[in-house]
């Protein structure tokens, strides 16, 4: 009889794992505003579907829309243009080796935290970065009630972003 074979996934990872392997998905094509709005977007749903966090890191109601500080000091650097490594270890977006470092980086979440993260990046990367944060920064969203609530800077709970995302799939 075959042994149950134990798996290392994380059921949190960091912010900038996500970032990662949203860049290497991307393969060239994401600048790191849209890293950010879809590692939030896949934070945001990860809880509305599995009620855990995605990652670890705190989210921020920044004054221009949600943020997530540690991942965007990292990619902040290359500005509006599109990311050309990956940030952990500076693997460029179109080496041969990319579709290696897809399947490491992924290999580190759960399969159901994985696969949201790529409908996220199959369903939203289509778009631009403003037209990700013109959606995000609307009246009503995590970002608006958490400015109205609290301010700006101001951490936005899970619990906000959960019932929030929970009503966006029922639409």
Not at 103 to 130: C, H, S, W
Request: with cysteine; charged share 25%.
């Amino acid at each position: 009889m075959a042994q149950a074979v134990e798996q290392d996934w994380n059921e949190t990872v960091s912010a900038m794992l996500v970032g990662d392997y949203i860049t290497a998905l991307g393969r060239g094509r994401f600048t790191p505003l849209q890293v950010l709005k879809l590692a939030y977007l896949s934070h945001g749903y990860t809880l509305a579907i599995t009620g855990k966090p995605l990652f670890s890191d705190m989210v921020v109601a920044g004054k221009l829309g949600p943020t997530i500080p540690t991942l965007d000091y990292a990619i902040r650097e290359h500005g509006g243009a599109a990311i050309p490594r990956l940030y952990s270890c500076g693997t460029p977006v179109i080496s041969p080796d990319i579709g290696r470092r897809i399947e490491e980086l992924g290999g580190q979440f759960t399969p159901n935290n994985r696969a949201i993260v790529d409908q996220m990046v199959r369903t939203f990367g289509k778009y631009e970065g403003a037209d990700l944060a013109s959606h995000l920064n609307k009246d009503g969203t995590p970002w608006s009630e958490t400015i109205k609530a609290s301010g700006e800077d101001s951490r936005i709970e899970d619990a906000r972003l959960e019932a929030y995302f929970k009503k966006e799939l029922e639409v």
